[in-house]
């Protein structure tokens, strides 16, 4: 069957009704190393500079070269880009997987392959489109490297005229990318020029699933939540980072730097307002913080599931000894080494109570690469305004993915709250200094920093029982009344944490989720709207809970508590600290690696209304 | 825990240095060791040391892990700010302080089983880092807080009290610290308070990773004839390389040691070490030469001490991280935060 004679069965076939123009799931199965990720950068950021909505999904191995990783890119009009199941497009350019690629496209979807290599065709079901790839670039190009790597740009030229995309976008982008390597510019102009053409000669072009350009993305920033938070460390005034590489962490620090390297150089001297170590482990990695956090900088260090196991000790000498630092756990699957590339929200429990004893330590939960950055800002304000570690829980699915949302904003009159640091003047005031005093009542100490003054305010700073002055005390009274004191300030932590995001509408019925989950959450909605069930919704962004929790929890007859791990942990940690009633509380989970999905999570809730309404197409 | 309270009383002639402190300024809370343990003679030394050469106990941080060793800091400097950490720790914690101000004076105590084993790591790298610090290893050969086990830096063969006989082979702290760079290497013995006190400040006042490894005997449980770190051993093994005397910067020069001088070292911060050399040879500025001393004496049962090893050319970590003069802990939003028009152009650059 000839490609043009598949094109024109399409045109007579049905299309499936969930997608569409400006609606449908293009799925790339690439071999890692082979350059594959810029040439799909490329596609889905093309996209979106069209205004149209788009979220593209990383699904790669934990390896750097040869094995196979995929890049999904949902498109919706509706602005719903959680995961959807099933491919409309595939572009299947490895070998290794092709058959199961092949599989997972939904009937009358779409392939685009290398046809530089016969295929036997395993289905009949869906359309193929055969692009001799890989002949086409050994023709047109003579460096081995380029014959390689611009198969990629190839396919991307194709699904431009097959999709409708702006070329002049496409070759826009190409521009800015080699600003400087001009002579790059050229090159990858043809090879988009070959995939484009090839396409518009041998298909029909556009596909029934294509793009048309909107307004819903206009004004809207696409980043990784990793790279947002890096900012967030510069805008929040960190100045020492410290930290052990760790998928999928690593690039928050990566963007600290290269943007402190660039907003954070004396102009007077040319030095630097920022200092980043590469410690020699996570243990390390922390303790640097926690000193640097003690002494009155502000700092932080990144890791992953891994990291934070070897971090425990560190948390609780800081929970308990009260010193400043942040953490940014960006989770992926455990337990142990687990799956380094995906996703996961596994470390709820083992962060709220990170570090052996009674330990209670505050986590914020952003959802979006502009709360990474808000969050990653305000966790320092907070850990100095409470004294106490802050982690930052985000995760694999926002931390290296990149998401369409608002632009970041900074309100230049914010000065940096540095909580209570008494100066040295302050202390000449004084008639006492205790480091460990709870003087105003909330809880909340005052600290002084070394060098403060000269006879006063000095204290001894320890992991072991002290009592108010600071001094080592066995005398297990005074420690009970430390250990309450905590516990009064952990009660407090509440006024300075970001309240959680409500949209209740007097259901009877609510959904309770965090982080990573929310990209499915509307689209979820409109799925029960459109069958007549009300949903009201509760987004935690911060631990020790809001009362608002609470109140949420009782108001609703069944409440749903949505989380990606299998132990139902933000279930547990509801229950243990809002007394929540086990019977109303059911739990959705997904933890295969990948962002739950608003299909997956329909389904589990579905299945527990009372009386399922008449069964419909589903459709976004 | 100390149940005692020290008597705040003093006699009111007690000598005092330039700022008008006594030494009972530089004390700290009644120690809680065993009565007769080295570590105790470490404290004085670093109270003697500090007081002499003036220097403002809340211009020094102290910073410590656990275990014996690391408890002492509660026993001087009590106007300085402390931080006895988690074990093996204290060069992480040290590192961070370090970095969010670089003006004051860094001391930080471990033991052997602190930076010899649990630390092992954090003290090669701290090493490696050449943060501006001296690091004193209170060295006794074994676990005292939890009753006499051998730690890593244990002679082969050395015995502890109850019998236990050392199998391996020591990790010599003094030899790994000149290997992987450290730019002031020093062993001593608590029990010589001539040779630890100018060692200190000598060790405070140089710019850059410095290390005094300090024979510390433990009396409880590691101080038997057969105990490579008792005070027997150690008083009749100590061979003192070169006999040293420091002279803080803007001071009048009074050695000590009356004759014999043969060679001064001007420090960065103009302090001077004058090392009166005793015929052996010894080199404290060749790497090589230090590390051929030490092995030999170890080789013939010795100790060698004294400064081993000094090398002032070597930037510390601020200078390698071209960092800004004024401490980080003093920037503050106008100095860190690029504000919102720039955020402005950044949010472009993702459109």
Known sequence: ?620 | MSYIVKPKFHHPQLQKNDLGYTRRDYEGTLTTLCGGCGHDSISAAIIHAVHEMSLAPHQLAKVSGIGCSSKIPSYFLERSHGFNSVHGRMPSIATGANLANRELYYLGISGDGDTASIGLGQFCHIVRRRINMLYIVANNGTYGLTKGQLSATADLGSKTKSGEESRYDNIDLVSLAIDLGASFVARSFSGDKEQLVPLIQAGLSHRGFALIDVISPCVTFNNTPLSAHGYKNTWENNVVLSEIDFVPMRKEITARYSAGKDKEITLHDGSVIHLHKTGSGHDPGNRENALLHVNEHKKQGKIATGLLYINQDQSDFHELADTVNKPFNRLNEHDLCPGGEVLADINETFM
């Open chain 1, 1 to 620: 069957m000839s490609s043009r004679s598949q094109a024109a069965s399409r045109k007579t076939g049905k299309t499936r009704k969930t997608a569409g123009v400006n609606n449908f799931v293009v799925k790339f199965a690439n071999v890692n190393g082979s350059g594959s990720a810029s040439a799909n950068n490329l596609f889905a950021k093309a996209i979106f500079r069209m205004g149209i909505p788009v979220s593209p999904h990383n699904i790669f191995p934990s390896n750097i070269q040869g094995l196979p990783t995929w890049y999904e890119v949902r498109v919706n009009d509706k602005g719903f880009l959680g995961r959807r199941e099933g491919v409309d497009l595939m572009v299947a350019v490895n070998e290794q997987t092709i058959v199961r690629d092949i599989e997972s496209v939904i009937p009358d979807g779409f392939v685009l392959y290398d046809s530089s290599k016969a295929l036997r065709p395993i289905r009949k079901d869906v359309n193929f489109l055969p692009i001799p790839l890989k002949d086409i670039c050994l023709r047109e190009f003579q460096h081995p490297g380029q014959r390689q790597l611009f198969q990629n740009i190839v396919y991307v030229g194709a699904l431009a005229a097959l999709l409708d995309i702006d070329f002049e976008i496409l070759t826009g982008m190409i521009s800015e990318q080699f600003r400087g390597k001009e002579k790059l510019i050229l090159p990858n102009v043809h090879a988009l020029e070959l995939g484009y053409h090839y396409a518009r000669d041998y298909f029909d072009c556009p596909l029934p699933i294509r793009l048309r350009p909107s307004r819903k993305a206009r004004g809207k920033i696409l980043m990784d939540g990793n790279t947002a938070i890096g900012l967030g460390c510069v805008y929040g005034g960190a100045t020492v980072a410290s930290w052990y590489p760790l998928t999928p962490s690593t690039s928050v620090v990566e963007a600290y730097g290269k943007y402190c390297k660039r907003l954070r150089i004396d102009p007077g001297t040319g030095k630097r307002k920022f200092a980043i170590v590469q410690a020699e482990d996570e243990l390390a990695a922390i303790g640097i913080a926690i000193g640097a956090g003690w002494n009155g900088a502000r700092a932080f260090t990144a890791s992953s599931g891994p990291g934070v196991s070897l971090m425990q000790e560190f948390l609780g000498l800081a929970y308990f000894a009260e010193v400043p630092v942040v953490l940014f756990n960006i989770q992926r699957v455990g337990p142990s080494t687990g799956m380094p590339t995906r996703t996961q929200q596994g470390d709820l429990l083992s962060c709220a109570f990170a570090s052996h004893g009674d330990t209670r330590q505050v986590l914020l939960f952003p959802s979006t690469p502009k709360e990474c950055f808000e969050f990653a800002a305000d966790s320092f304000d907070i850990a100095d305004r409470l004294q106490t570690p802050v982690i930052v829980m985000s995760d694999l699915e926002l931390g290296m993915n990149e998401h369409v949302c608002e632009p970041l904003e900074w309100e230049d009159a914010r000065k940096y709250d540095r909580g209570k640091v008494l100066s040295g003047e302050q202390l000449e005031q004084l008639e006492e200094y205790g480091r460990y005093l709870d003087v105003d009542g909330d809880g909340v100490p005052w600290r002084t920093l070394p060098g403060a003054h000269p006879e006063r305010g000095s204290y001894f700073t320890r992991g072991s029982s002290h009592d108010a002055m600071a001094a080592y005390t066995e005398d297990g009274n005074v420690y009970a009344e430390v250990m309450d004191r905590l516990a009064r300030k952990f009660a407090g932590a509440g006024k300075v944490l970001p309240e959680p995001e409500i949209h209740a509408g007097g259901a009877s019925r609510g959904m309770v989720y965090f982080g990573t989950t929310a990209g499915a959450i509307p689209e979820v909605q409109h799925k029960f709207d459109k069958r007549g069930v009300r949903l009201d919704t509760l987004r935690i962004r911060s631990y020790p809970f809001h009362d608002a929790v609470s109140r949420f929890i009782e108001e609703h007859e069944v409440v749903y508590v949505i989380e990606q791990n299998r132990d139902a942990q933000l279930k547990s940690l509801l229950k243990i600290d809002c007394g929540a009633n086990d019977e109303k509380m059911r739990s959705v989970l997904s933890y295969n690696g990948v962002v739950i999905s608003a299909d997956q999570i329909q389904a589990a809730i579905l299945a527990d209304l009372p009386e399922i309404p008449e069964q419909e197409q589903v459709s976004a």
